[in-house]
Protein backbone atom coordinates (compact mmCIF):
# COMPACT_ATOMS: atom_id res chain seq x y z
CA UNK A 1 0.00 0.00 0.00
CA UNK A 2 1.58 3.23 -0.70
CA UNK A 3 0.80 5.94 1.19
CA UNK A 4 -0.39 9.72 0.09
CA UNK A 5 -0.40 13.34 1.20
CA UNK A 6 -1.93 15.65 -0.98
CA UNK A 7 -1.93 19.50 -1.32
CA UNK A 8 -4.18 21.46 -3.34
CA UNK A 9 -5.70 24.82 -2.21
CA UNK A 10 -7.78 24.81 -4.87
CA UNK A 11 -10.93 22.40 -3.32
CA UNK A 12 -12.51 21.40 -6.79
CA UNK A 13 -9.19 20.24 -8.21
CA UNK A 14 -8.67 18.70 -4.71
CA UNK A 15 -11.45 16.99 -4.80
CA UNK A 16 -10.83 15.66 -8.12
CA UNK A 17 -7.32 14.36 -7.18
CA UNK A 18 -9.12 12.73 -4.15
CA UNK A 19 -11.51 11.16 -6.18
CA UNK A 20 -9.02 9.74 -8.70
CA UNK A 21 -6.73 8.69 -5.87
CA UNK A 22 -9.50 6.56 -3.51
CA UNK A 23 -10.10 4.30 -6.81
CA UNK A 24 -6.69 3.41 -7.10
CA UNK A 25 -6.43 0.10 -4.94
CA UNK A 26 -2.91 0.32 -3.92
CA UNK A 27 -3.09 3.87 -2.43
CA UNK A 28 -4.09 4.53 1.00
CA UNK A 29 -4.63 8.80 1.19
CA UNK A 30 -3.35 9.38 4.53
CA UNK A 31 -3.48 12.95 4.49
CA UNK A 32 -5.23 16.15 2.69
CA UNK A 33 -4.22 19.42 3.23
CA UNK A 34 -5.80 23.00 1.91
CA UNK A 35 -2.63 25.05 2.89
CA UNK A 36 0.89 24.69 1.31
CA UNK A 37 2.08 26.95 4.79
CA UNK A 38 0.76 23.66 6.42
CA UNK A 39 2.14 20.74 4.43
CA UNK A 40 5.30 20.80 6.01
CA UNK A 41 3.41 19.67 9.70
CA UNK A 42 1.13 17.57 7.72
CA UNK A 43 3.82 15.43 6.44
CA UNK A 44 5.92 15.85 9.54
CA UNK A 45 3.32 13.97 11.41
CA UNK A 46 1.75 11.43 8.78
CA UNK A 47 5.20 10.35 7.11
CA UNK A 48 3.54 9.57 4.16
CA UNK A 49 5.39 7.25 0.86
CA UNK A 50 4.72 10.10 -1.55
CA UNK A 51 3.22 13.40 -1.02
CA UNK A 52 1.60 15.33 -4.16
CA UNK A 53 1.75 19.06 -4.72
CA UNK A 54 -0.57 20.64 -6.83
CA UNK A 55 1.08 24.13 -7.82
CA UNK A 56 -1.49 26.08 -9.63
CA UNK A 57 -3.36 28.01 -6.87
CA UNK A 58 0.01 29.70 -5.72
CA UNK A 59 3.16 28.93 -7.48
CA UNK A 60 5.44 30.80 -5.79
CA UNK A 61 4.47 29.13 -2.42
CA UNK A 62 4.47 25.78 -3.61
CA UNK A 63 7.83 26.20 -4.73
CA UNK A 64 8.81 27.20 -2.00
CA UNK A 65 7.44 24.76 0.11
CA UNK A 66 8.26 22.06 -2.13
CA UNK A 67 12.41 23.55 -1.56
CA UNK A 68 11.55 23.41 2.07
CA UNK A 69 10.45 19.51 1.63
CA UNK A 70 13.08 18.72 0.08
CA UNK A 71 15.74 20.25 2.53
CA UNK A 72 13.94 18.52 5.62
CA UNK A 73 13.16 15.37 3.96
CA UNK A 74 15.62 14.53 0.97
CA UNK A 75 14.21 10.95 0.17
CA UNK A 76 10.10 11.77 -0.04
CA UNK A 77 8.93 11.51 -3.04
CA UNK A 78 7.03 14.36 -4.35
CA UNK A 79 4.74 14.73 -7.41
CA UNK A 80 4.04 17.88 -8.93
CA UNK A 81 0.94 18.43 -10.58
CA UNK A 82 0.22 21.88 -12.87
CA UNK A 83 -0.97 23.02 -16.11
CA UNK A 84 2.18 25.16 -16.62
CA UNK A 85 5.24 23.46 -17.79
CA UNK A 86 7.62 26.22 -17.08
CA UNK A 87 6.48 25.72 -12.88
CA UNK A 88 6.90 21.74 -13.21
CA UNK A 89 10.28 22.43 -14.42
CA UNK A 90 10.93 24.83 -11.38
CA UNK A 91 8.90 22.64 -9.25
CA UNK A 92 11.83 19.76 -10.04
CA UNK A 93 14.71 22.32 -9.59
CA UNK A 94 13.44 23.06 -6.11
CA UNK A 95 13.19 18.87 -4.86
CA UNK A 96 10.28 17.39 -6.60
CA UNK A 97 11.12 13.97 -8.99
CA UNK A 98 7.91 13.41 -10.56
CA UNK A 99 5.23 15.55 -12.31
CA UNK A 100 2.72 15.27 -13.68
CA UNK A 101 0.65 17.61 -16.11
CA UNK A 102 -2.84 19.09 -15.47
CA UNK A 103 -5.58 17.29 -15.97
CA UNK A 104 -4.36 14.08 -14.91
CA UNK A 105 -6.16 11.04 -15.74
CA UNK A 106 -6.14 7.41 -13.86
CA UNK A 107 -3.58 5.85 -16.35
CA UNK A 108 -1.26 8.88 -15.83
CA UNK A 109 -1.81 8.97 -12.19
CA UNK A 110 -1.33 5.07 -12.34
CA UNK A 111 1.74 4.85 -14.28
CA UNK A 112 3.29 7.65 -11.92
CA UNK A 113 2.78 6.20 -8.69
CA UNK A 114 3.96 2.55 -9.67
CA UNK A 115 6.93 3.93 -10.91
CA UNK A 116 7.66 5.80 -7.65
CA UNK A 117 6.92 2.81 -5.93
CA UNK A 118 9.62 0.57 -8.21
CA UNK A 119 12.34 3.71 -7.59
CA UNK A 120 11.74 3.96 -3.99
CA UNK A 121 11.82 0.33 -2.86
CA UNK A 122 8.13 -0.29 -2.55
CA UNK A 123 5.79 0.92 0.20
CA UNK A 124 6.43 0.94 4.35
CA UNK A 125 5.06 -1.27 6.64
CA UNK A 126 2.75 1.12 8.73
CA UNK A 127 -0.37 -0.36 10.34
CA UNK A 128 -0.28 -3.10 12.75
CA UNK A 129 -2.82 -5.44 13.50
CA UNK A 130 -4.82 -8.10 11.48
CA UNK A 131 -5.54 -5.32 8.65
CA UNK A 132 -1.72 -4.88 7.76
CA UNK A 133 -1.52 -7.97 5.53
CA UNK A 134 -4.30 -7.05 3.26
CA UNK A 135 -3.01 -3.46 3.02
CA UNK A 136 0.51 -3.96 2.68
CA UNK A 137 0.13 -7.48 0.30
CA UNK A 138 -2.43 -6.25 -1.47
CA UNK A 139 -3.59 -10.04 -0.90
CA UNK A 140 -7.05 -9.39 0.10
CA UNK A 141 -9.43 -12.17 -1.18
CA UNK A 142 -12.88 -11.72 -2.62
CA UNK A 143 -15.46 -14.20 -3.15
CA UNK A 144 -18.90 -13.83 -4.46
CA UNK A 145 -22.10 -16.06 -3.68
CA UNK A 146 -24.38 -16.08 -6.74
CA UNK A 147 -27.57 -17.91 -6.10
CA UNK A 148 -28.80 -20.06 -8.96
CA UNK A 149 -32.22 -19.25 -8.38
CA UNK A 150 -34.18 -17.64 -5.52
CA UNK A 151 -34.00 -19.19 -1.61
CA UNK A 152 -31.31 -21.87 -2.46
CA UNK A 153 -29.04 -20.81 0.67
CA UNK A 154 -26.92 -17.53 -1.04
CA UNK A 155 -27.91 -15.64 1.93
CA UNK A 156 -26.73 -18.11 4.38
CA UNK A 157 -23.61 -19.77 3.24
CA UNK A 158 -22.22 -15.98 2.43
CA UNK A 159 -23.14 -15.26 6.00
CA UNK A 160 -21.69 -18.11 7.43
CA UNK A 161 -18.79 -18.56 5.08
CA UNK A 162 -17.77 -14.88 5.84
CA UNK A 163 -18.49 -15.93 9.81
CA UNK A 164 -16.09 -18.62 9.55
CA UNK A 165 -13.07 -16.40 8.02
CA UNK A 166 -13.49 -13.65 10.42
CA UNK A 167 -13.21 -16.33 13.18
CA UNK A 168 -9.25 -16.75 12.48
CA UNK A 169 -7.28 -14.53 14.27
CA UNK A 170 -5.37 -13.73 11.68
CA UNK A 171 -8.31 -12.58 9.03
CA UNK A 172 -10.15 -9.50 8.81
CA UNK A 173 -13.18 -10.55 7.26
CA UNK A 174 -16.19 -8.47 5.99
CA UNK A 175 -19.95 -9.40 4.29
CA UNK A 176 -20.89 -7.07 1.32
CA UNK A 177 -24.82 -7.06 0.77
CA UNK A 178 -25.24 -6.41 -3.02
CA UNK A 179 -28.59 -8.08 -3.32
CA UNK A 180 -29.52 -4.21 -3.15
CA UNK A 181 -33.46 -4.42 -3.47
CA UNK A 182 -34.58 -7.35 -1.14
CA UNK A 183 -31.46 -8.03 0.81
CA UNK A 184 -31.65 -10.09 4.15
CA UNK A 185 -27.88 -10.94 5.52
CA UNK A 186 -28.31 -8.06 8.23
CA UNK A 187 -30.85 -10.26 9.93
CA UNK A 188 -29.15 -13.02 9.86
CA UNK A 189 -26.00 -11.13 11.75
CA UNK A 190 -27.54 -8.94 13.85
CA UNK A 191 -25.10 -5.81 14.88
CA UNK A 192 -26.50 -3.10 17.74
CA UNK A 193 -25.41 0.16 18.13
CA UNK A 194 -23.74 0.86 14.67
CA UNK A 195 -25.00 3.90 12.61
CA UNK A 196 -27.49 2.69 9.87
CA UNK A 197 -25.53 3.47 7.04
CA UNK A 198 -25.85 1.32 3.78
CA UNK A 199 -24.57 0.79 0.28
CA UNK A 200 -26.81 3.53 -0.99
CA UNK A 201 -25.43 5.87 1.22
CA UNK A 202 -21.66 5.58 0.30
CA UNK A 203 -23.04 5.64 -3.62
CA UNK A 204 -24.66 8.98 -2.54
CA UNK A 205 -21.80 10.40 -1.73
CA UNK A 206 -19.23 8.81 -3.66
CA UNK A 207 -17.13 12.09 -4.63
CA UNK A 208 -16.76 12.58 -0.99
CA UNK A 209 -15.65 8.71 0.24
CA UNK A 210 -13.07 8.39 2.57
CA UNK A 211 -11.80 5.63 4.98
CA UNK A 212 -13.25 7.32 8.00
CA UNK A 213 -16.94 7.35 6.48
CA UNK A 214 -16.49 3.78 4.69
CA UNK A 215 -15.64 2.36 8.47
CA UNK A 216 -18.58 4.04 9.87
CA UNK A 217 -20.53 2.55 7.51
CA UNK A 218 -19.22 -1.08 8.45
CA UNK A 219 -21.38 -2.39 11.37
CA UNK A 220 -19.43 -5.29 13.47
CA UNK A 221 -20.75 -8.46 14.48
CA UNK A 222 -18.93 -8.23 17.87
CA UNK A 223 -18.75 -12.01 18.73
CA UNK A 224 -17.33 -12.91 15.61
CA UNK A 225 -15.86 -10.05 14.21
CA UNK A 226 -17.10 -10.03 11.18
CA UNK A 227 -17.94 -6.45 9.40
CA UNK A 228 -20.98 -6.29 7.24
CA UNK A 229 -21.83 -3.16 4.73
CA UNK A 230 -25.84 -2.89 4.34
CA UNK A 231 -28.05 -3.26 2.08
CA UNK A 232 -30.12 0.28 1.34
CA UNK A 233 -32.92 0.44 3.81
CA UNK A 234 -35.25 1.37 1.55
CA UNK A 235 -35.84 -0.68 -2.03
CA UNK A 236 -36.09 2.04 -4.00
CA UNK A 237 -32.37 3.21 -3.38
CA UNK A 238 -31.03 0.63 -4.54
CA UNK A 239 -31.34 2.36 -8.21
CA UNK A 240 -28.70 4.67 -6.32
CA UNK A 241 -25.46 2.19 -6.35
CA UNK A 242 -23.94 1.93 -10.18
CA UNK A 243 -21.37 -0.51 -10.95
CA UNK A 244 -18.77 2.78 -10.26
CA UNK A 245 -19.60 2.85 -7.30
CA UNK A 246 -19.31 -0.78 -6.20
CA UNK A 247 -15.69 -1.21 -8.49
CA UNK A 248 -14.98 2.04 -5.29
CA UNK A 249 -16.63 0.57 -2.44
CA UNK A 250 -14.53 -3.01 -3.19
CA UNK A 251 -11.33 -1.35 -4.11
CA UNK A 252 -11.38 0.44 -0.83
CA UNK A 253 -12.97 -2.11 0.79
CA UNK A 254 -9.82 -4.72 -0.23
CA UNK A 255 -7.13 -2.08 1.96
CA UNK A 256 -8.57 -2.62 4.90
CA UNK A 257 -9.90 -6.38 4.51
CA UNK A 258 -8.17 -9.79 4.07
CA UNK A 259 -11.71 -11.67 2.88
CA UNK A 260 -14.54 -10.09 1.42
CA UNK A 261 -17.47 -11.99 0.47
CA UNK A 262 -20.11 -10.52 -1.59
CA UNK A 263 -23.85 -11.58 -1.26
CA UNK A 264 -25.38 -11.16 -4.86
CA UNK A 265 -29.14 -10.12 -6.23
CA UNK A 266 -30.15 -13.05 -8.78
CA UNK A 267 -30.97 -10.27 -11.49
CA UNK A 268 -27.46 -9.87 -12.45
CA UNK A 269 -28.04 -6.32 -12.34
CA UNK A 270 -24.72 -3.84 -13.95
CA UNK A 271 -23.57 -4.32 -9.89
CA UNK A 272 -23.59 -7.65 -9.92
CA UNK A 273 -21.50 -8.21 -12.89
CA UNK A 274 -19.10 -5.76 -11.67
CA UNK A 275 -18.77 -8.12 -8.40
CA UNK A 276 -18.52 -10.96 -10.29
CA UNK A 277 -15.78 -9.50 -12.65
CA UNK A 278 -14.16 -8.24 -9.46
CA UNK A 279 -14.35 -10.81 -7.17
CA UNK A 280 -11.47 -14.17 -7.47
CA UNK A 281 -13.93 -16.61 -6.64
CA UNK A 282 -17.58 -17.13 -7.32
CA UNK A 283 -19.57 -19.68 -5.78
CA UNK A 284 -22.40 -20.62 -7.33
CA UNK A 285 -25.43 -22.13 -5.09
CA UNK A 286 -27.46 -24.75 -6.46
CA UNK A 287 -30.13 -27.60 -5.07
CA UNK A 288 -30.26 -30.95 -6.57
CA UNK A 289 -33.48 -30.22 -8.67
CA UNK A 290 -34.46 -29.42 -11.72
CA UNK A 291 -34.59 -25.78 -12.29
CA UNK A 292 -31.86 -24.84 -10.48
CA UNK A 293 -29.26 -26.95 -11.91
CA UNK A 294 -30.57 -25.99 -15.22
CA UNK A 295 -29.81 -22.28 -14.41
CA UNK A 296 -26.14 -23.32 -13.17
CA UNK A 297 -25.61 -24.31 -16.69
CA UNK A 298 -27.32 -21.34 -18.20
CA UNK A 299 -25.17 -18.83 -15.78
CA UNK A 300 -21.72 -20.71 -16.39
CA UNK A 301 -22.87 -20.13 -20.23
CA UNK A 302 -23.98 -16.67 -19.73
CA UNK A 303 -20.71 -15.97 -17.30
CA UNK A 304 -18.89 -17.37 -20.53
CA UNK A 305 -19.45 -15.29 -22.62
CA UNK A 306 -17.01 -12.52 -20.78
CA UNK A 307 -13.41 -13.69 -20.06
CA UNK A 308 -12.26 -15.08 -17.30
CA UNK A 309 -15.90 -14.91 -15.24
CA UNK A 310 -16.85 -18.79 -16.04
CA UNK A 311 -13.47 -20.22 -14.84
CA UNK A 312 -14.09 -18.53 -11.43
CA UNK A 313 -16.85 -20.59 -10.93
CA UNK A 314 -17.06 -23.18 -8.14
CA UNK A 315 -20.52 -25.30 -8.12
CA UNK A 316 -21.81 -25.31 -4.31
CA UNK A 317 -24.36 -28.08 -3.48
CA UNK A 318 -26.58 -26.85 -0.86
CA UNK A 319 -29.28 -28.67 1.42
CA UNK A 320 -27.69 -31.98 0.15
CA UNK A 321 -30.75 -34.82 1.62
CA UNK A 322 -33.37 -32.74 1.82
CA UNK A 323 -36.17 -34.86 1.09
CA UNK A 324 -37.93 -31.99 0.11
CA UNK A 325 -36.25 -30.38 -2.29
CA UNK A 326 -34.58 -33.06 -4.18
CA UNK A 327 -35.72 -34.35 -7.38
CA UNK A 328 -34.24 -37.88 -7.33
CA UNK A 329 -31.25 -36.16 -8.62
CA UNK A 330 -27.37 -37.84 -7.79
CA UNK A 331 -24.28 -35.84 -7.54
CA UNK A 332 -22.89 -37.63 -10.03
CA UNK A 333 -26.10 -36.47 -12.73
CA UNK A 334 -25.81 -33.25 -11.38
CA UNK A 335 -21.97 -33.20 -12.68
CA UNK A 336 -23.01 -34.60 -16.00
CA UNK A 337 -25.97 -31.96 -16.55
CA UNK A 338 -23.54 -29.11 -15.31
CA UNK A 339 -20.12 -30.49 -17.53
CA UNK A 340 -17.98 -29.28 -14.27
CA UNK A 341 -17.31 -31.15 -11.14
CA UNK A 342 -19.35 -30.01 -7.97
CA UNK A 343 -16.80 -27.86 -5.73
CA UNK A 344 -18.49 -28.54 -2.85
CA UNK A 345 -21.74 -30.05 -0.76
CA UNK A 346 -23.35 -28.48 2.14
CA UNK A 347 -26.08 -30.56 3.89
CA UNK A 348 -29.56 -30.01 5.43
CA UNK A 349 -29.41 -28.99 8.50
CA UNK A 350 -32.62 -27.21 9.08
CA UNK A 351 -32.60 -26.73 13.14
CA UNK A 352 -29.09 -25.08 13.31
CA UNK A 353 -29.69 -22.96 10.34
CA UNK A 354 -33.25 -21.31 11.17
CA UNK A 355 -32.23 -21.31 14.90
CA UNK A 356 -28.99 -19.19 13.95
CA UNK A 357 -31.24 -16.95 11.51
CA UNK A 358 -33.77 -16.23 14.46
CA UNK A 359 -30.94 -15.76 17.00
CA UNK A 360 -29.00 -13.30 14.55
CA UNK A 361 -25.60 -15.08 15.05
CA UNK A 362 -24.05 -16.85 12.59
CA UNK A 363 -23.39 -20.84 12.82
CA UNK A 364 -19.76 -20.38 14.09
CA UNK A 365 -21.16 -18.99 17.35
CA UNK A 366 -25.00 -20.47 17.52
CA UNK A 367 -24.07 -24.11 16.12
CA UNK A 368 -20.64 -24.39 16.09
CA UNK A 369 -21.00 -28.40 15.83
CA UNK A 370 -23.45 -29.03 13.83
CA UNK A 371 -23.45 -30.71 10.33
CA UNK A 372 -23.60 -27.83 8.39
CA UNK A 373 -21.10 -25.50 10.40
CA UNK A 374 -18.55 -28.25 9.74
CA UNK A 375 -19.06 -28.40 6.27
CA UNK A 376 -18.94 -24.31 5.89
CA UNK A 377 -15.43 -24.77 7.57
CA UNK A 378 -14.42 -27.16 5.18
CA UNK A 379 -15.64 -25.15 2.41
CA UNK A 380 -13.45 -21.97 3.89
CA UNK A 381 -10.48 -24.74 4.41
CA UNK A 382 -11.12 -25.76 0.50
CA UNK A 383 -11.40 -22.27 -0.56
CA UNK A 384 -7.65 -21.09 0.59
CA UNK A 385 -6.15 -24.67 0.29
CA UNK A 386 -4.93 -24.30 4.03
CA UNK A 387 -6.71 -25.05 7.67
CA UNK A 388 -8.69 -22.19 8.70
CA UNK A 389 -8.02 -21.63 12.12
CA UNK A 390 -11.23 -21.40 13.69
CA UNK A 391 -12.51 -19.08 16.79
CA UNK A 392 -12.72 -20.67 19.92
CA UNK A 393 -15.86 -22.78 19.56
CA UNK A 394 -15.65 -23.65 16.67
CA UNK A 395 -13.89 -26.88 15.44
CA UNK A 396 -12.41 -27.90 11.99
CA UNK A 397 -13.59 -30.38 10.37
CA UNK A 398 -10.84 -32.80 8.33
CA UNK A 399 -9.99 -32.58 5.12
CA UNK A 400 -10.21 -29.97 2.14
CA UNK A 401 -8.21 -29.60 -1.17
CA UNK A 402 -6.90 -26.14 -2.53
CA UNK A 403 -9.04 -25.58 -5.93
CA UNK A 404 -6.82 -23.01 -7.51
CA UNK A 405 -5.71 -25.80 -9.33
CA UNK A 406 -8.73 -27.59 -9.02
CA UNK A 407 -11.80 -27.64 -11.26
N1 LIG B 1 -27.96 -25.97 4.50
C1 LIG B 1 -29.21 -25.65 4.84
N2 LIG B 1 -29.95 -26.47 5.60
C2 LIG B 1 -31.22 -26.16 5.94
N3 LIG B 1 -31.82 -25.03 5.56
C3 LIG B 1 -31.16 -24.17 4.80
C4 LIG B 1 -29.81 -24.43 4.40
N4 LIG B 1 -29.39 -23.39 3.65
C5 LIG B 1 -30.42 -22.54 3.57
N5 LIG B 1 -31.49 -22.99 4.26
C6 LIG B 1 -32.81 -22.34 4.39
O1 LIG B 1 -33.24 -21.98 3.09
C7 LIG B 1 -33.94 -20.75 3.14
C8 LIG B 1 -33.37 -19.80 2.11
O2 LIG B 1 -32.05 -19.47 2.48
P1 LIG B 1 -31.36 -18.10 2.07
O3 LIG B 1 -32.18 -16.93 2.50
O4 LIG B 1 -29.97 -18.19 2.54
O5 LIG B 1 -31.42 -18.24 0.49
P2 LIG B 1 -31.12 -17.15 -0.61
O6 LIG B 1 -30.67 -17.88 -1.82
O7 LIG B 1 -30.25 -16.09 -0.08
O8 LIG B 1 -32.59 -16.55 -0.85
P3 LIG B 1 -32.99 -15.23 -1.63
O9 LIG B 1 -33.30 -15.68 -3.01
O10 LIG B 1 -34.20 -14.74 -0.90
O11 LIG B 1 -31.84 -14.29 -1.54
C9 LIG B 1 -33.86 -20.24 4.55
O12 LIG B 1 -35.07 -20.51 5.20
C10 LIG B 1 -32.73 -21.04 5.17
O13 LIG B 1 -32.97 -21.26 6.52
MG1 LIG C 1 -30.43 -14.01 -0.09
Known sequence: MQRIAIVDPTESTRESLRTLLLGIDFVWLEAECARYEYFFEVIQQSMPDVAIVALDANKDRALQMIGQLSVEYPKLPVLTISHDHQALLQSLQKGAKYFLTHPVGLEDMLAALRRIQGENGGPVEVQSGATTSARNTGASSMIAVLGSRGGVGTTTLAVNLAAT??????HAAALIDLDLALGDADIALEVNGFENISIADLARNIERLDMNFLRRAMAKHEPTGLAILRHPLEIAEGGIVHEQHVE????LLKISYTHLVL??????????????RMADIILLVAQLELASLRNVVRLIHSLGGEENLADK???VINRLGADSVEEGISLKKAEEVIGKPIFWQVPNDT???IGARVAGHPLIKFAPKSRVQQSIHGLAQALYGKPVTAGADGKGSKGGWGFFGKR
Open 165 to 170: LAADPT
Open 263 to 276: DLSKCLLPTDLMAL
Open 313 to 315: VRV
Open 248 to 251: RILN
Open 351 to 353: KPV
